[in-house]
């Protein structure tokens, strides 16, 4: 009922930037939370970034400064800038939304994309 499409991953050299996009499609109502985690090999998945409706903001640590997410609501898709990448950034990221639909307005559940790979080397 929901469908989760990221765009943007690739190869860039350390200190370099990307921007990932995810779109959101589907019989929605209401999309409370979006954002991005990541996984690297071996690791466990982390939260990267999210945004909730209105605006506030959330990031792991170890991207404030470099990662900037934002919104695009009347699109349901949400971005995420990436710049002065680093090797330890390497990563398969998945965007994330936490969604009421209109068949049960009162319910949120959560989606996730297929990922897409983020890889940082010279």
């Known amino acids: 009922q929901v469908r989760m499409v990221e765009s943007g991953g690739g190869l860039v050299q350390p200190g370099g930037s990307l921007r990932l996009s995810c779109a959101a499609s589907?019989?929605?109502?209401?999309?409370?939370?979006m954002g991005w985690y990541r996984q690297a090999p071996g690791k466990q998945r982390e939260l990267v970034a999210t945004?909730?409706?209105?605006?506030?903001?959330n990031y792991a640590d170890s991207v404030k400064g470099r990662f900037a997410i934002s919104r695009d609501d009347a699109k349901n898709t949400v971005y995420l800038q990436m710049a002065s990448l680093k090797p330890e950034d390497t990563a398969v990221y998945y965007c994330?939304?936490?969604?009421?639909?209109?068949?049960?307005?009162?319910?949120?559940?959560?989606?996730w994309g297929q990922g897409t790979q983020v890889t940082v080397s010279s």
């Open positions: 994330y939304a936490d969604i009421a639909l209109y068949s049960d307005p009162d319910l949120e559940n959560d989606y």
């Open positions: 945004m909730i409706t209105g605006g506030t903001t």
């Open positions: 589907g019989n929605i109502f209401k999309i409370y939370v």
